[in-house]
């Protein structure tokens, strides 16, 4: 047995097959911080100004962030164990379906989704992401992606807490040829092909690959994609230029230069679908009436992507003095969002400050089998305890459909 393999084994059999995590901090050079992270506000431009300002928090990651100049390690999760750590991709490459269950170690041989905390000062470009195979042409995997904004993360929305989603409807596809043909003449006008939506708190969206989007200044919880690709379609945003190698990065070298066909990989229908809002917007559904019993558990990110599930994520609130068991069917990664309190044997305490490289005790990860088994979750503190969770491909079967909420 290898020593992470032994020192993942022992981290579960101690913590009752549940690893204790520590943060991931991933800077953008390209974006500013929104500095709701809860890190010390002398700490966002930490790895250096060079690198650009901390911008998110990465959960139960496997994936490397694709920055320039980055460590090798950059976006991937710690496991914190006896004064010693491991990367979460390294324990479950070492222990596989003990880890992340037999279906999904079976289909993708790793845990293929994460999630982060996505916090600037105002929006970004109006991008997309790639779909399989695209990014497959550059070696790469495709990122469909889902949002939720944390009412606890966003007491304040800073500049533009709206988000440009999809084209309108009589769009062409040339009109968007012209805008990037205008990439270097200051704005090249892509948002006035586009709708803003304003952005509410304990609400989210479900963004399926090759849709254009530009995210507000929310705080935004986003399961994901094991991926890092994208293509940005934007040329300026708040007076600041966006690099064309920002659109280009994430595409064959040999078509960075042609326009028609960087506007060919969007997915024209759903871009310019009339009913964007009802087939792609989410707000919470409770999972049965269990207020009464001292918690309320929700499901926040559900719904297909060209019919597959791909990922899903709850929101559970555990009242002051309350202690309930809550049986899942999936792994799934936690982060604790308000409270203080106790997972398994684990104990849970949301942070108001965070020094860079510090550990908290705000993030776990639980296995298949103990999710299955069901974890016990006791609130210690005098306020709600809030956590939200989020499952890999296929793990939630009774998840709900988009639009479910209305019934």
């Known amino acids: 047995m290898s020593n992470v393999a032994k020192l993942a084994a022992d981290a579960l059999t101690e913590g009752g097959g549940i690893f204790r995590l520590s943060p991931t901090w991933v800077p953008r050079s390209f974006l500013q911080p ?37 460590p090798d390690d950059e976006g991937l999760s710690y496991c914190v164990f006896g004064g010693e750590k491991f990367t979460l991709r390294d324990a479950i490459s070492e222990l596989g379906a003990e880890i992340i269950g037999d279906s999904i170690w079976g289909k993708y041989n790793r845990w293929p989704v994460y999630s982060k905390f996505f916090d600037n000062m105002g929006p970004i470009p109006h991008h997309m992401h790639q779909n399989a195979e695209q990014a497959a042409k550059v070696g790469q995997e495709g990122k469909p992606e889902s949002y939720y904004f944390p009412p606890q993360m966003n007491a304040i929305g800073n500049n533009f807490p709206y988000t440009f989603m999809g084209l309108e409807p009589g769009t062409t596809k040339q009109d968007v040829i012209d805008c990037l043909d205008r990439w270097n003449d200051g704005d090249n006008g892509i948002l006035d092909l586009s709708k803003a939506y304003r952005l509410k708190p304990g609400t989210g969206w479900l963004i399926p690959p090759c849709v254009l989007h530009a995210p507000g200044s929310l705080v935004t919880y986003e399961p994901q994609w094991g991926s890092d690709v994208f293509g ?40 310019v679908d009339p009913n964007f809002k009802d087939n792609n917007y ?30 899903t994520a709850k929101e559970l609130t555990v009242d ?30 949301t942070p108001a400050m965070i020094r860079f490289g510090e550990m908290t005790e705000d993030e776990v990860f639980v296995t298949e089998k103990t999710a299955q088994a069901g974890v016990t979750i006791e609130n210690t503190g005098s306020e ?24």
């Open 34 to 70: 929104g500095r709701r992270l809860k890190l010390h506000p002398n700490d966002y431009y930490a790895l250096g100004t060079h690198r650009g300002g901390i911008d998110e928090r990465w959960f139960g990651s496997t994936t490397v962030a694709a920055n320039e100049g980055a």
């Open 232 to 271: 940005m379609y934007q040329s300026m945003v708040e007076g600041r230029a966006v690099p064309r190698s920002l659109l280009t990065k994430d595409f064959p070298e040999d078509k960075h230069d042609d326009n028609e066909y960087l506007v060919d990989a969007l997915d024209w229908e759903a871009n």
């Open 282 to 311: 989410l707000e919470p559904i409770a999972i049965g009436d269990t207020a009464a019993d001292g918690y309320v558990d929700r499901w926040i990110v559900y719904g297909k992507v060209k019919g597959e599930q791909l990922f």
């Open 320 to 349: 002051p003095g309350a202690k309930v068991t809550i049986k899942d069917t999936g792994a799934y990664s936690w982060i604790t969002v308000q409270g203080e309190g106790t997972i398994g044997n684990l104990r849970l305490q």
């Open 384 to 407: 709600p305890l809030v956590s939200l969770r989020y499952f890999g491909p296929d793990a939630c079967p009774s998840a709900p459909n988009i639009g479910d909420y209305r019934k």
